[in-house]
């Protein structure tokens, strides 16, 4: 099974501000997938990001809030911008693996 | 499209006692079907998963899950349940590409 490592593990942040999580899987993955788990609810995909493309974003996600990169099969990094209390969250990285989902550890947002 | 309702938020058994915790399913293709555990503070781990093949699936940690077409469920046991199985699980059907779309999840207390 994949091995993801993310970083910031938790972090707290000031409102406005933006922060970039990162991604690492231990082998190559065509897709990744970055999702959003709200205080006490379940989990919303944001995007999906293929490496060589743009990502592809979910009803209710936009870009400019929520830019992706992809710049190899191995790395993705999701930046939340302009960041309001609202946004706090654990973020959490995925990849596919033989028909399987794996999730990182999760980054724990809290915006003050 | 796809769909998972998790019955009952939060379910409560006796150490010892029989773990049932209930997901039922809609989908417009054969789907794939995932349970997840998040223990307090920490991302999701896979527990099973049933990708077509046999319809008792195996976890781990001594957890099951059997997938009824006929009821469009995919009901999670365990037989005894112990302390160290309190967690939040989540139950997933996969939408198309890989995306999973998650149930609520169900909350689990264990008492001695």
């Known amino acids: 099974s994949a091995v993801i490592s993310q970083k910031p593990s938790r972090d707290i942040c000031q409102r406005g501000t933006s922060l970039t999580i990162q991604c690492q899987v231990d082998?190559?993955?065509?897709?990744m997938f970055w999702y959003r788990q709200q205080p006490g609810q379940s989990l919303t995909l944001i995007a999906t990001?293929?490496?060589?493309?743009?990502?592809?974003?979910e009803s209710g996600f936009v870009i400019d809030k929520f830019p992706i990169s992809r710049p190899n099969l191995t790395f993705s990094t999701l930046t939340v911008s302009n960041m309001s209390p609202e946004d706090s969250s654990i973020y959490l990285c995925?990849?596919?693996?033989?028909?399987?989902?794996?999730f990182g550890e999760g980054s724990w947002l809290t915006v003050v | 499209a796809q769909s998972v309702t998790q019955l009952g938020s939060h379910v409560s058994v006796s150490e010892g006692a029989l773990v049932l915790l209930r997901c039922n399913y809609s989908?417009?293709?054969?789907?794939?079907l995932f349970w997840y555990v998040q223990y307090p503070n920490q991302g999701l781990q896979l527990l099973l998963k049933?990708?077509?093949?046999?319809?008792l699936v195996k976890g781990i940690n001594g957890f099951e899950a059997e997938f009824k077409k006929s009821e469009t469920s995919f009901h999670l046991t365990k037989p005894s349940a112990h302390m160290s199985d309190a967690a939040e699980y989540f139950c997933a059907v996969s939408g198309g590409y890989n995306k999973l779309i998650f149930g609520a999840g169900t909350r689990l207390a264990v008492h001695p």
């Open positions: 995925s990849v596919e693996d033989q028909n399987t989902i794996y």
């Open positions: 049933y990708t077509s093949a046999a319809t």
């Open positions: 989908s417009s293709v054969p789907p794939y």
């Open positions: 082998s190559q993955v065509t897709m």
């Open positions: 990001a293929n490496q060589g493309s743009e990502a592809t974003y």
